[in-house]
């Protein structure tokens, strides 16, 4: 913790959880995705569901997702934007399981039909958790550097891939692993110290058994 | 160097440093962020800023989403015009300014968090208030007067947030109007040239005259009572940096004091942290408003 986590964010109100974290997790949603999805559907969990319409929260999603940070005084008008860049979205309420009670599942398309799906928390002063990425578990914040690299769940995929971060000299500061089933599809998710170089990134996709390798950097998204 | 878990020791390494007290919270927090003082007052100037434009950018007229609140800042400055209050200009205007900035937040405009984005009218309300009255004519004159008093709010609120809480949800609206007064009366004590002493003992009197407040907000909105709790937070500042620098003391040592707060807050029952399901949230009117459960 330090000052500014006492005096600030700069942001657009009335809450950090309900509406700032919110569109923390819709630009991490972007982010994640790659791209402005075409289509989302929401599905609000708890708190976001009960007292989203008073804080704002569902602007505050769809400015996320289209790139808005949490101080841009457009975030009210999210709809309106939405409507002109083409995004097409809908809200649902849902129970999820075993969430904190401000969280929301994002099902996210793109232009050329590529679906990802996020679950995310917003955990109180603008911070926020993704909880699952494709319906595999994960807790990383995107306070750090991170690299989430899908693959399929055979021996030596992990070591593979650390091994390429040794070698560019990057360090990691936590590894998480998740997967559907023994030998099917897994996720790790690597949070780095320093930001993960594209050609680094080119490398671990060229190992064997990765299907997917998704960079979020802090420089575009600070 | 402050680590900030200690009024009493950040007061000692004030006195080894020989620092102005501001000056050692913004080095302590440069040396443990790895950042260089220019961009340290870069960002605070800019936390600044955002507070002079977000008060200048309220508007009378303007409604939150329910409905509740908006317009509350701008009949108390109608009602200053006749010049007859009963509380002075200064006293007056401060809670304008505390109006003003609830009512920005609750209607979806842009604030600062200070230290959270309920409690977001009680510092800018002091601080832009004090300079209105008693700084310098021109703002930019005022300006590093008003960062330096930021810094002394900000090395308080680190230290209610590492021994208590700067949430409702934990600690309730004690935590948050509560410790927002706890780190404005030490900025206006800083305003005023007072001593680190005295910037503790109002940050202590602050504290104590807001212990125990509950957080329950009608409907589990930022609306009501929390527009007008930002008032009282804001006359609690400026009555004990007041106390403070006619050399009134706290009895009880500020440390303690946080530590009672964080006490206070682990029994306040859950109905009365940030859940909408007690106090003024579970009367009559408020169950009006009550979200419905999925």
Redesign the interface.
């Known amino acids: 913790?330090?000052?500014?986590?006492?005096?600030?964010?700069?942001?657009?109100?009335?809450?950090?959880s309900h509406?700032?974290g919110a569109v923390r997790i819709g630009s991490m949603a972007r982010a994640l995705l790659g791209q402005q999805p075409k289509t989302a559907e929401l599905y609000l969990h708890?708190?976001f569901?009960?007292?989203g319409?008073?804080?704002?929260t569902y602007?505050a999603l769809i400015a996320g997702l289209l790139g808005l940070e949490p101080?841009d005084?457009d975030?009210?008008n999210s709809y309106a934007l939405a409507e002109k860049a083409g995004m097409r979205f809908s809200f649902e309420?849902r129970?999820l399981r075993d969430v904190h009670p401000n969280s929301v599942l994002i099902v996210m398309e793109t232009e050329d039909g590529r679906r990802m799906e996020m679950g995310a928390s917003s955990l109180?002063?603008?911070r926020i958790e993704v909880f699952s990425v494709d319906g595999l578990r994960t807790a990383f914040s995107g306070e750090l550097p991170t690299l989430l690299v899908q693959n399929n769940d055979q021996p030596g995929c992990v070591s593979r891939v650390t091994g390429v971060l040794a070698d560019n000299g990057i360090n990691v500061a936590s590894l998480q692993l998740s997967r559907g089933g023994r030998g099917g599809s897994a996720v790790m998710v690597i949070e780095c110290d320093e930001e993960v170089p594209w050609n680094t990134v080119d490398e671990i996709r060229a190992l064997p058994g990765i299907v997917q390798v998704t960079r979020y950097s802090l420089e575009v998204n600070q | 160097m402050i680590e900030f878990s200690s009024i009493e020791q950040m007061l000692e390494d004030t006195r080894v440093s020989g620092l102005p007290l501001w000056e050692n919270i913004m080095r302590s927090d440069c040396e443990q962020q790895g950042i260089s003082e220019e961009i340290s007052r870069a960002k605070m100037e800019r936390l600044l800023d955002a507070m002079v434009a977000a008060d200048a950018g309220y508007r009378a007229d303007e409604r939150s989403a329910s409905g509740l609140v908006g317009g509350d800042g701008g009949k108390m400055m109608d009602y200053m015009k006749n010049g007859k209050t009963l509380c002075g200009d200064f006293i007056s205007d401060v809670m304008a300014g505390a109006l003003r900035m609830g009512e920005c937040n609750a209607c979806m405009k842009r604030i600062v968090a200070a230290p959270t984005a309920g409690a977001c009218g009680v510092l800018p309300a002091v601080l832009l208030a004090y300079h209105r009255h008693f700084g310098a004519e021109d703002f930019g004159d005022d300006e590093e007067n008003l960062v330096r008093a930021l810094y002394v709010a900000a090395g308080f609120g680190m230290i209610i947030a590492n021994r208590a809480s700067i949430s409702g949800a934990e600690g309730g609206c004690q935590a948050e109007i509560g410790a927002a007064a706890t780190m404005a009366a030490p900025a206006l004590v800083q305003l005023m040239g007072g001593t680190p002493e005295q910037m503790a003992h109002a940050s202590a009197m602050a504290m104590k005259n807001l212990l125990g407040l509950v957080c329950d907000p009608v409907g589990g909105l930022v609306e009501v009572p929390c527009v007008k709790r930002n008032v009282i937070g804001a006359m609690d500042a400026v009555s004990a940096a007041q106390m403070a620098m006619a050399g009134i003391e706290s009895r009880v040592p500020p440390d303690q004091v946080i530590d009672a707060m964080r006490e206070v807050g682990a029994s306040l029952p859950h109905t009365l942290r940030e859940t909408g399901k007690g106090g003024l949230a579970a009367t009559p009117f408020g169950k009006k408003y009550q979200p419905k459960e999925d």
Not at chain 1, 53 to 56: D, K, R
């Open positions: 913790m330090n000052l500014f986590d006492i005096l600030g964010p700069i942001m657009v109100g009335p809450s950090s509406t700032a708890g708190s569901a009960s007292t319409a008073g804080h704002g602007q101080d005084p975030v009210p309420t129970t109180g002063g603008g």
